[in-house]
């Protein structure tokens, strides 16, 4: 799976990428759902030449911001065309075409970034509801450090009030 890969690379402890792998990508991969990453691709062509070989209708597509914009624009908007689900984490923040939210499913931001791009402080659950009015994407995940964090939909608004998990050694 492409998430191997893009876990190998910023040299986590290979113990955690098996830990990772087995929670929260192996059941999706048993189902065939491939990732993609938008890391190492500058160039929109080469990326959307690979994605309409190797990508189906359910595979889910995850960019940032430290790339070739023009790619990350691109690269939604042609996953969304073909029944991809699309997650941004608009980092690091800077101008970007505001239109792309029109081909996210969801925008996993932490409040600088909430802040900076809807001027719009996230201290309660209706800040995070407008957070995600403005926004107008199907789904977003606040993350508030420390504090926890919000997931918001249409339907539903979920507040995490971090809880410490010990991680085993």
């Known amino acids: ?3 191997k890969g893009a876990l190998d690379k910023i040299n986590l402890d290979p113990k955690w990428v098996d830990i990772y792998l087995k929670l929260f990508i192996h059941p999706l991969d048993a189902l065939g759902v491939d990732f993609y990453f938008l890391d190492s691709y ?3 062509n080469e990326l959307n030449d690979y994605l309409l070989k190797h990508a189906k209708e359910g595979d889910i597509l995850i960019t940032q911001l430290e790339v070739n914009l023009d790619a990350v624009y691109e690269a939604n ?3 969304k065309s073909l029944g ?3 997650i941004l984490n608009p980092a690091p923040i800077c ?4 239109d792309i939210y029109n081909y996210l499913d969801l925008v996993v931001l932490n409040e600088t970034e909430a802040k900076l791009l809807t001027n719009i ?5 209706q800040d995070a ?3 995600y009015e403005k926004l107008n994407v199907s789904e ?3 993350t508030l450090g420390g504090k926890g964090g919000y997931y918001v939909s249409k339907n539903e608004v979920i507040q995490n009030v971090n809880n410490i998990i010990e991680a085993p050694c």
């Open 84 to 86: 991809m689900y699309t």
């Open 42 to 44: 500058d160039n929109k």
């Open 77 to 79: 908007k042609l996953a």
């Open 129 to 131: 509801k407008s957070i």
């Open 95 to 98: 101008e970007f075409d505001k």
């Open 140 to 142: 977003i995940i606040i």
């Open 121 to 125: 402080e996230c201290e309660t659950i």
């Open 1 to 3: 799976v492409a998430i």
